[in-house]
């Protein structure tokens, strides 16, 4: 079954402090793999996206995410993050169909 | 450059009462879809439709409706809404491109509660 688990729930870091996201992702094809952040109140943003080639992609706000086909992983990374990084993070995987599977979202919490 | 329209924003409905989520996108994207997302559980597709005059059913459309009205519309329906239906959701469009892969752009919402 195509799945994407984004095993935790909240997270709380302090300004300029690094951050990973883990994404840990189920699919029988070759994966689409996305990022995806949410400000309250808003629609979903897409931060950066994974297709082929370079398994580390750069996206946008000084993130970047690395592909690691052996784990199933496509975990979010930020060198230092800022207050304004508050917000929802969602991940998902999509193939050659029209369908995106998101996972639960992580709610990050940014300390002064 | 509005991208992906929404209407409404907020919109209060008692059990078994009918509205229609409305949604727009003008960015000659092909595909458009309806997701809603509930706390704890991310976003879920309620439908789906791949170009004009087709739509196909998502994880969770039982109680939806959906009509793809032409390119730039696509509309969701709730016949008889139900408390179960209090959510936020999402439109969003995309278009495939040369990688294959569908890149979704979205709409800021709709929060629907049903008392």
């Known amino acids: 079954a195509q799945s994407v688990t984004q095993p935790d729930i909240h997270i709380t870091v302090s300004e300029g402090a690094s951050l990973e996201l883990r994404c840990n992702y189920s699919?029988?094809?070759?994966?689409?793999l996305f990022w995806y952040v949410q400000s309250p109140g808003q629609g979903l943003q897409l931060l950066l996206k994974?297709?082929?080639?370079?398994?580390l992609v750069q996206g946008i706000k000084g993130f970047e995410a690395e592909f690691k086909r052996s784990q199933s992983s496509f975990n979010l990374r930020k060198p230092s993050v800022h207050w304004s990084d508050a917000a929802e993070y969602f991940c998902?995987?999509?193939?050659?169909?029209?369908?995106?599977?998101f996972g639960t979202g992580t709610l990050l919490a940014v300390q002064p | 450059n509005a991208g992906v329209t929404q209407t409404p924003k907020f919109q209060v409905l008692k059990t078994g009462q009918s509205m229609t989520l409305q949604c727009a996108q003008d960015?000659?994207?092909?595909?458009m879809y309806w997701y809603r997302q509930d706390p704890g559980m991310g976003l879920r597709l309620i439908y789906y439709?791949?170009?004009?005059?087709?739509?196909d059913k998502g994880e969770v459309p039982n109680g939806y409706n959906v009509s793809r009205l032409n390119k730039r519309e696509f509309s969701l329906r709730l016949e008889s809404a139900a408390p179960s239906q209090t959510s936020v959701y999402f439109c969003?469009?995309?278009?495939?491109?040369?990688?294959?892969?569908?890149?979704?752009?979205f709409g800021a919402g709709s929060r629907l509660t049903v008392l």
């Open positions: 699919y029988g094809a070759t994966p689409y």
């Open positions: 998902a995987v999509g193939g050659a169909t029209n369908k995106l599977i």
């Open positions: 439709s791949a170009s004009e005059g087709t739509t």
């Open positions: 994974y297709f082929s080639g370079d398994t």
């Open positions: 969003a469009s995309s278009e495939r491109g040369a990688s294959g892969a569908n890149v979704l752009t």
């Open positions: 960015m000659n994207h092909n595909s």
